[in-house]
């Protein structure tokens, strides 16, 4: 289990984009994730008419490592830290270091 996961809404807190907020797009097996709107980059794009595609600029997401995002509690307004915790049914969840549960 991943202390962060596709979906989740995270603040970033260091680089360029230091205090941004977005969603995790996905979740690379080597420690990095893809957050939407957050460290764009310029891509140039070759026009493809066979699929409608026109050339140009673009701007493209690129890869945070893992350790520079926080998970957002919305209580707080703020990114924290995450842990685990077993409940007394035996599952295991996601919890913020204060004690509130991420998955609810």
Same mark, same amino acid.
């Given at each position: =289990?991943?202390? @962060?996961?596709?979906? *989740? /809404?995270?603040?970033?807190?260091?680089?360029?984009?230091?205090?941004?907020?977005?969603?995790?797009?996905?979740?690379?097996? *080597?420690?990095?994730?893809?957050? /939407?709107?957050?460290?764009?980059?310029?891509?140039?794009?070759?026009?493809?008419?066979?699929?409608?595609?026109?050339?140009? @600029?673009?701007?493209?997401? =690129?890869?945070?490592?893992?350790?520079?995002?926080?998970?957002?509690?919305?209580?707080?307004?703020?990114? /924290?830290?995450?842990?685990?915790?077993?409940?007394?049914?035996?599952?295991?969840?996601?919890?913020?270091?204060?004690?509130?549960?991420?998955?609810?």
């Amino acid at each position: =289990m991943n202390k @962060i996961k596709k979906g *989740d /809404e995270v603040i970033v807190r260091t680089g360029k984009d230091k205090g941004r907020r977005g969603t995790v797009l996905q979740v690379f097996k *080597d420690g990095r994730v893809l957050v /939407e709107g957050v460290n764009l980059a310029k891509k140039h794009v070759k026009p493809n008419p066979n699929i409608g595609e026109p050339g140009g @600029i673009q701007d493209k997401a =690129m890869p945070l490592d893992i350790s520079n995002v926080l998970v957002f509690n919305q209580k707080s307004k703020r990114g /924290e830290r995450v842990g685990f915790r077993v409940e007394k049914d035996g599952s295991k969840v996601r919890v913020f270091r204060n004690g509130d549960v991420v998955d609810i």
